[in-house]
């Protein structure tokens, strides 16, 4: 059973950074797709990036291009999103997950869910 737990979320003024965390449990992040996705009330949830299976590829949301990146640490079995130049709209519940990459990481049929770690950003 993969367990994902997420850190680091925080309170942040506009233009500063924050970076989460989400460790990695019962198997290898390098077997699964990774995704960082996000919600805000009353909005849909959002994939902000993905980590293709086996490391290194990576994609993102047009909304965050060019402000986030999606990183690894493969000994510490770790993914991570650094966040840059955050927004207002940024401000939401931000969760990590997985999935078999079986049938492509670009569907969001994630199953491997974390319990999200909020961040909030203020003008």
């Known amino acids: 059973q993969v367990h994902l737990a997420e850190s680091g979320g925080g309170s942040v003024q506009a233009g500063e950074s924050l970076r989460l965390s989400c460790a990695i449990s019962?198997?290898?992040?390098?077997?699964?797709?990774m995704g960082w996705f996000r919600q805000a009330p009353g909005k849909e949830r959002e994939r902000v990036a993905i980590l293709y299976a086996g490391g290194g590829n990576t994609a993102y949301a047009d909304s965050v291009k060019g402000r986030f990146t999606i990183s690894e640490h493969n000994a510490e079995n770790t993914v991570y999103l650094q966040m840059n130049s955050l927004k207002p709209g940024d401000t939401a519940m931000y969760y990590c997950a997985a999935k078999s990459p079986i049938y492509g990481c670009a569907r969001n049929d994630y199953l491997y869910w974390g319990q999200g770690t909020q961040v909030t950003v203020s003008s």
């Open positions: 019962g198997d290898r992040y390098r077997n699964y797709c």
